[in-house]
C-alpha cells in the first residue's frame, strides 16, 4: 500500500511544487512506483511535468465523480500524475456535501495498492483541498522560506492540521519541516532557522537536516518539463533534493 505524503504550505512561493516534484522524481530514481496528484488549481506541477491539463479527465473530474482514478492517470517520464486545471477552483463552493473531506482519499483509495509513494501538491491555500489532502495523507512535509512571513503562516497551518485530527484523521503525522531557498551564511537564515525550529516543536515534529539551496536552473528545469535531475543533475539544488530523499529513506519514509 503506497504511503500518502502532503506537500504543504499555504504561502506561496515557497517551492512546494518544486519540492513535490523533486522528491517525487527523486523516489522514482531510487525506483519506487510515484504517483502524484496536483490540487493546486494553478496546475503549476502539471505543466512542469508535461502532463495534459485539457481535455482530458483531472482531479477535478475525479472528485465530481465523473472520472475513474485509475483512467485519469498520467505516466510520464519523471513520476505518474493525476493532473489538474482552472475548474478547480470553484471546487469550495460545488463542493457543499456531507462528507466532502474525505473525497480524496476515496478517490485514491483504488490506486494505494499499484504505488509506493502517492505525493499530494496541495494549494497555497488552507481551503477544503488542503483538508482533502490532509484526510488522505499518512505524512505532511511543509517546504519554508527562511523568512518572518513563512513562520506566521506556519502558524496558521498548525491549526488546520489539528482540527484534522480531531475531525477527519488522527493518524495524520507531520513529518518535518524543509528550508528552501536557504543560505546558510546570512544572519537572517540562521536566526530563522532557530526560530523555526520552536515552531517545529509545537508541530511536534522536527526540522529537516536537509536545507535546499536557491538555484535558477530548478525554474529552468520546470519551464524545460524536465525534472532537476535529468536537467542539471550536478546542480546545488539537485544534490540538496536527493539528500532529502535520503533522508526520508532513512526515517523510514
Known sequence: ????????NQKGGV?????TGAVAAGYKLKGYKVLCVDLDPQANLSFSAGAETED?????????????????????????????????????????????????????SSVKDKYDYIFLDTPPALSILTVNAFTASDFIIIPMLADIFSLQGIA???????????????NVKVEGIVLTKFNMRTVLSREIKGTAELIAERLNTE???TT?????????????????????????AAKDYMDLVEELIERGL
Open 1 to 8: 500500500m503506497a504511503k500518502i505524503i502532503s506537500v504543504t
Open 15 to 19: 517551492g512546494k511544487t518544486t519540492t
Open 56 to 108: 482530458c479527465p483531472t482531479i477535478y473530474e475525479i472528485l465530481k465523480g465523473e472520472s475513474n482514478t485509475s483512467f485519469s492517470i498520467q505516466k510520464m517520464d519523471s513520476f505518474d500524475i493525476i493532473s489538474s486545471n482552472i475548474l478547480l477552483s470553484g471546487i469550495e463552493l460545488e463542493f457543499t456535501q456531507t462528507g466532502r473531506e474525505y473525497l480524496l482519499k476515496e478517490a485514491l
Open 212 to 236: 535546499i539551496r536557491s538555484s535558477v536552473a530548478v525554474m529552468e528545469a520546470q519551464t524545460n518539463q524536465l525534472d532537476i535531475y535529468n536537467y542539471s543533475p550536478k546542480n546545488g
Open 156 to 170: 496558521q497551518l498548525s491549526e488546520t492540521i489539528d482540527r484534522v485530527r480531531k475531525y477527519c484523521n488522527s
Open 207 to 209: 526540522i529537516f537536516n
